[in-house]
């Protein structure tokens, strides 16, 4: 069965990095667009970065961008997201997407899903 498993989530001090890394498993991913949402805490769920499934676009909220860094290795069906230059206001659960189709900012398009993966960035 189909399953990805986000990993690297944690606690970090404002100014801090962390890097999530999600890795799928039950079929091979190559062709696939890859997505990070993320949740927090009273909020709906929002685009924070994707990339295409050949890396050859990426895409990145304006919350993020110049911050967040999504990078992907087909041949271990990973994906992964730098986060750099950490606020409060990324304390979220981040969840990673995957979809054939397009490489699109709306969580509906997607059709396989992580359980999530919490990060909080402490003052």
């Known amino acids: 069965q189909v399953q990805l498993v986000e990993s690297g989530g944690g606690l970090v001090q404002a100014g801090g990095s962390l890097r999530l890394s999600c890795a799928a498993s039950?079929?091979?991913?190559?062709?696939?667009?890859w997505a990070w949402f993320r949740q927090a805490p009273g909020k709906e769920r929002e685009f924070a970065a994707g990339?295409?499934?050949?890396?050859?676009?990426?895409l990145y909220a304006d919350s993020v961008k110049g911050r967040f860094t999504v990078s992907r290795d087909n041949a271990k069906n990973t994906v992964n997201l730098q986060m750099n230059s950490l606020t409060p206001d990324d304390t979220a659960i981040y969840y990673c997407?995957?979809?054939?189709?397009?490489?699109?900012?709306?969580?509906?398009?997607?059709?396989?899903w992580g359980q999530g993966t919490q990060v909080t960035v402490s003052s």
């Open positions: 039950g079929r091979s991913f190559v062709g696939y667009h």
């Open positions: 990339i295409s499934w050949n890396g050859g676009r990426r």
């Open positions: 997407a995957a979809d054939a189709r397009i490489l699109t900012t709306t969580r509906t398009d997607y059709m396989y």
